[in-house]
């Protein structure tokens, strides 16, 4: 299948600062992404659709101010958290498809926000 | 809102035997996807297999097959000759049709132990 990466894979943060995740298709492009994050044992939350040359679309109760999503080009898109907050810890996972019928998931940011 | 449940947090699987997952949704849509996903310890999220709405025929991967109920809105994995490396959280997943979002839905999610 395709493949699908993110980087950093893990990142230790200060609180008040900003983390930004990238997340890129390496072997096919996709004008859609998506943005995931998901809590110990938990299901997948999504957070937003990201669009290639377009705003983002974001869930019900997500902060669109908080959580920075900029889809610059048919293979990367970031997810940038601002001002982080211990809350916001989680791990965050992107997800990405040459076309709509099949998505490919990155391999998740770990976020420790202290 | 279409939603997604797995009812069965935790089951366990002797080594070779078999296993059936369970997973409900609920949806007005007539035409979607649903999906089943493999999350193993290092998070990595991988297809099991998928099922198109549309299609009356069970889908089946290797060891892997699901029964599909549409009018029971039901989708069940069944996993035979189990392995060691079957071990993982398994998540069954919907997707919007064609005319919405695309968006994936997501259930809880079940933790199978594969027992040696």
């Known amino acids: 299948g395709a493949v699908v990466s993110q980087h950093p894979s893990w990142v230790i943060c200060k609180s008040g600062t900003s983390v930004k995740i990238e997340c890129r298709s390496l072997?096919?492009?996709?004008?859609?992404m998506f943005w995931y994050r998901q809590f110990p044992k938990q299901s997948l939350m999504l957070m937003a659709t990201?669009?290639?040359?377009?705003?983002?679309?974001?869930e019900q109760g997500v902060e669109k101010d908080k959580f920075l999503i900029n889809h610059a080009s048919l293979t990367l898109s970031t997810l940038t958290v601002t001002s982080a907050h211990p809350e916001d810890s989680s791990f965050y996972i992107c997800?990405?498809?040459?076309?709509?019928?099949?998505?490919?998931f990155g391999p998740g940011t770990r976020l420790t926000v202290l | 809102a279409q939603t997604v449940t797995q009812s069965q947090p935790e089951m366990s699987v002797q080594e070779a035997e078999t296993v059936t997952l369970s997973c409900t949704y609920d949806?007005?849509?007539?035409?979607?996807?649903l999906f089943w996903y493999k999350q193993p310890p290092s998070r990595q999220m991988i297809l099991v297999i998928r099922?198109?709405?549309?299609?009356?025929q069970n889908a089946t991967e290797n060891r892997f097959s699901v029964n599909f109920q549409k009018a029971a809105k039901s989708f069940s994995l069944k996993i035979s000759d189990s392995q060691l490396g079957d071990a993982a959280m398994y998540f069954c997943?919907?997707?919007?049709?064609?005319?919405?979002?695309?968006?994936?839905?997501f259930g809880t999610g079940t933790r199978l132990k594969v027992l040696a």
């Open positions: 997800s990405g498809g040459a076309n709509l019928n099949e998505q490919f």
């Open positions: 072997d096919f492009q996709a004008t859609t």
């Open positions: 990201s669009n290639e040359g377009s705003k983002a679309t974001y």
């Open positions: 949806t007005s849509e007539s035409d979607y996807y």
């Open positions: 099922q198109e709405a549309y299609k009356q």
């Open positions: 997943a919907y997707r919007e049709p064609t005319s919405g979002t695309y968006k994936y839905i």
